[in-house]
């Protein structure tokens, strides 16, 4: 991607309240799922004190 076209794809992303912006990415929704999935993981290391089940 040139520098152009990829500062353009960005003021874009900005124009639609985007926070994170992947001009690359043709699917909005997979960053949404990547995401969710980080999130997920992420809860998961601050459980302290808990071993998660598959250890039992």
């Known amino acids: 991607m040139d520098p152009l076209a990829l ?13 994170v912006c992947i001009p ?17 993981v992420a809860q998961g290391l601050v459980r302290q004190g808990v071993l998660a089940e598959r250890y039992h």
Do not use: Y
């Open 7 to 19: 500062v353009d794809g960005s003021l874009a992303g900005l124009l639609l309240g985007e926070v």
């Open 24 to 40: 690359a990415l043709p699917d909005a929704a997979e960053l949404s799922t990547f995401e969710a999935a980080q999130s997920a």
